[in-house]
């Protein structure tokens, strides 16, 4: 009897953040063993032993026809039916070298080459195929926006991007991570933004548009003015600078001060972006002692790739669903890495994860900081605390999805199966282009690296 079940909503006390952290699909193959049934005793007395003779009601064998027929068309068709078989034979094998050569001709970074690869399907059930490992916060709570949210924020966006002052923002912020910083601003809504790390102004612009009358505080080395001589740069007339001369470093500007001359109080009205390639537990413990709640971190790298410890390298933990590795060479996650290093520049394989005595944490057990100028070697006992105390203190994490899939953008440097499913699924061609994104340059599409967002709080609060 066929059960059916049915399933039931419950509303009640539920928290307004309600996005669902990604699912890791499943990495290994299902195999499936075929066993041969023994013969019981009733088999053997239908199966001729019993003494009696069944030949009569027996139905012949198949070699036995195939002899009957052979026999009546004579021995002058067996070379055309020979021959017939090795043309057969001839044609499966021209048509498997030529479906071979195929992913050997084409550029592996080519798109066509890895649909042609993983299969157009395998693109989109590729996402999370290595595992996504997701910060666990103190109490499950989740994003109050949905993926409809970004969707509909996306079709916005894209029209305003089109305006930017800086085309060509090399070495900064792409498409993807714009338009999370965009969308986060805009949602939250804050009283006052703080950025370390300005580069030539563009997440200064993009801020702004965001937030066309908000104050926001900038920390850089270099002064955004200074690339004005050389190209386009953004400079905004309602941000305070801590630049060039007047530098300070996050860690070390006195913030109660700064706070109180720009009027603030709540400091949950604040959000800070670090875009500055530091040690990421480094800021997260300064901003907590600030007293600042909502943070965004730009470059949120992946394990054994970048030039500072970020938040998802902390968080890939054996005992976290997606986190964790194996330095065994013959390990199915080894072969599934080396594939896929053919197809994405930002794909790791296990000689790249894995350092000195098997340690793939951080970047081969190094949890580096400041560019990648000051490395320090940890133990996976120091990572392991270090991911507890991010437990801790988090509220909520949430990793922005990529824009779109490569069968879209063309991108060809994040690994999909590190990330999770994009807003625009590949296939949907209609929407991407109904959005406006075909209409962009396909190589604003190249700099994703899971930017993270996180409301962080005291322990035990």
Known sequence: MERVGGGMNNNNGQSPWHSHSPKTPTTMLDRALSF????????????????????????????????NFLSRIGHQWWPCLVIALLF?????????????TSFVCISRFDPVARIGFFGLDGLESDFGALGVPWCRSKHGKEVEWTSKDLLKALEEFVPIYE???????MHGMGFDHSFGLWFMARWLKPELMIESGAFKGHSTWVMR????????????????????????????????????????DFGSVDWKNVLRKHGVTDLNRVVVFFDDHQNELKRLKQALKAGFQHLIFEDNYDTGTGDHYSLRQICDQSYIKGGGHSCFKDSDEARIRSKRKKFWEKAVDEEELCGPGEAWWGVRGEMRDDFNHTNTQISYNQHFQNSRYVESILDVYW???????????????????????????????????????GRLDKSVFNGYTQMVYLQISNPGS
């Open 36 to 67: 041969r049934r023994p013969h019981s005793d009733a088999d053997l007395s239908y199966s001729g032993e019993s003494g009696t003779d069944e030949s009569k009601t027996k139905r012949p064998h198949i070699y036995l026809l195939a002899s």
């Open 88 to 100: 057969l034979g001839l044609l499966f094998l021209i048509s498997f070298a030529f479906r071979s």
């Open 163 to 169: 305006t930017r002052p800086i085309k060509n923002n």
């Open 209 to 248: 548009q965001a937030m066309p009358d908000t104050p926001i505080i900038s920390l850089t080395p270099r002064h955004p003015e200074k690339y004005l001589k050389k190209g386009p740069a953004y400079v905004d007339g309602n941000c305070t600078y801590f630049a060039g001369k007047d530098f300070v």
């Open 399 to 437: 990793e922005l999805p990529p824009v779109a899939g490569p069968s879209l953008t063309h991108q060809s440097r994040y690994d999909p199966a590190r990330s999770t499913p994009p807003i625009v699924a590949d296939g949907r061609h209609r929407l991407f282009q109904r959005l406006g994104l």
